[in-house]
């Protein structure tokens, strides 16, 4: 696509409406960058956008060049491509992110000219072309491990001026010919952080990172590397991204349970499931650091109750359900089997949220530290161990 002048209403009504999600006017150097940087070069001739009921139906740049443009210069995500995995469920494998949350993060790197910058996940390129008009594009390199992604940014990134070093290469090994880096931002999340990124970062560095557990894809880990090669750093309330490729796990949800013969054991509790499952992403959050390998979901069309909460891990099988009868809140049936009783230490992990005053996922901290090929991550609220 060749470039078009972006009108200014079009580039105006943007920065206005990532004013109004940050609270404040975007920085001056952000704002020349999102000026210099035409977004709509960075995107498909065909977007995915969100249908109202769950879904997305497709726009065409050909056929609908108005709305199209709208939804390019518009403060929300942009499905760009589907995959279709192993069951034949199509679902969306790349996108254009949200433009407020673009700035959030490159506002977390606090990147500045000359700073040596290694980006996981090119997508569109868009925020590669960004970062090398901050930072320089000499100093820029992207990573990501599809081919056909990594053409089409390319492309884009020639056509909008900007010519970072794009590689097809997979992220979780980092990219050691251009290392060290003075900052990682990755664009999709993680559960562990390879190891690579750590290794690859200065001392005194920073690392942004989308922070996922099985329970919650919710928050963002900002880092600085230590002199003994660990991280430390907090969550910040924002980001929600596809799970980094190499850590990604086909059926989570689809495990069956409870198994033949599987006789779990009963209980009641006071504890509501929505209270750790609802709409309050703070204790989802905890409740994802402090149980691991613990996920969640919910299921309307179960005989024996009104609404149910599963609970399961599938690496040990252990799985766990909480009944609600439709009437009574105050008191659930629990049922829990298998080696981890995995509505007990959610119940544990609420109660240890509570008593550390409910922390946001702002005063949620993780401290990461070399493991094998990996890293390991401790878990603190506000500088105490929770």
């Not at 056929?63 to 760009?80: G, H, I, K």
């Not at 909460?309 to 105050?330: E, F, I, K, N, P």
Request: hydrophobic share 40%.
């Amino acid at each position: 696509m060749t470039s078009r002048p972006v009108p200014e209403e079009s580039i105006g009504g943007l920065l206005d409406e990532i004013a109004g999600q940050l609270g404040f006017p975007v920085p001056a150097h952000l704002q020349a960058a999102l000026r210099a940087v035409p977004r709509h070069l960075f995107l498909p001739a065909t977007l995915w956008l969100r249908d109202g009921n769950g879904g997305h139906e497709p726009c065409d740049r050909e056929s609908e060049p108005d709305r199209w443009w709208r939804a390019a210069y518009c403060d929300a995500p942009l499905v760009t491509q589907f995959a279709e995995g192993p069951d034949g469920h199509r679902a969306p494998s790349s996108s254009a992110s949200m433009p407020s949350v673009v700035v959030r993060m490159l506002m977390a790197l606090s990147a500045e000219a000359g700073h040596s910058v290694l980006e996981i996940g090119t997508g569109t390129g868009f925020n590669a072309a960004l970062l090398s008009f901050v930072c320089g594009a000499e100093n820029v390199t992207s990573l990501d491990v599809d081919p056909e992604l990594t053409r089409r940014a390319q492309r884009a990134l020639k056509a909008s001026g900007q010519q970072p070093d794009v590689v097809c290469a997979d992220g979780a090994g980092g990219w050691r010919p251009n290392a060290p880096y003075d900052r990682i931002i990755a664009t999709c999340s993680v559960r562990t952080v390879p190891l690579p990124w750590l290794e690859q970062t200065v001392t005194g560095g920073l690392l942004v990172i989308p922070w996922d557990t099985p329970w919650c894809n919710f928050g963002t880990l900002i880092a600085t590397k230590q002199a003994d090669g660990t991280a430390e750093g907090s969550l910040a309330p924002f980001g929600s991204f596809m799970l980094l490729r190499a850590q990604q796990v086909d059926a989570e949800l689809r495990a069956g349970f409870p198994g033949a013969g599987q006789d779990p054991e009963r209980s009641m509790t006071g504890l509501s499931p929505w209270s750790v499952a609802g709409n309050d992403l703070d204790a989802q959050m905890y409740v994802g650091l402090r149980v691991p390998g613990a996920w969640h979901v919910w299921d309307t069309e179960v005989a024996e109750a009104h609404t149910r909460l599963w609970l399961a891990d599938g690496r040990t099988s252990s799985w766990a359900c909480v009944d609600y009868d439709g009437q009574q809140t105050s008191a659930f049936a629990v049922s829990q089997y298998g080696a981890r009783k995995l509505w007990d230490e959610v119940a544990r992990a609420y109660e240890e949220y509570v008593a550390a005053g409910r922390p946001g996922v702002h005063r949620q901290r993780l401290r990461l530290t070399p493991d094998g090929w990996g890293t390991r991550h401790e878990v603190s609220v506000s500088g105490r161990v929770a």
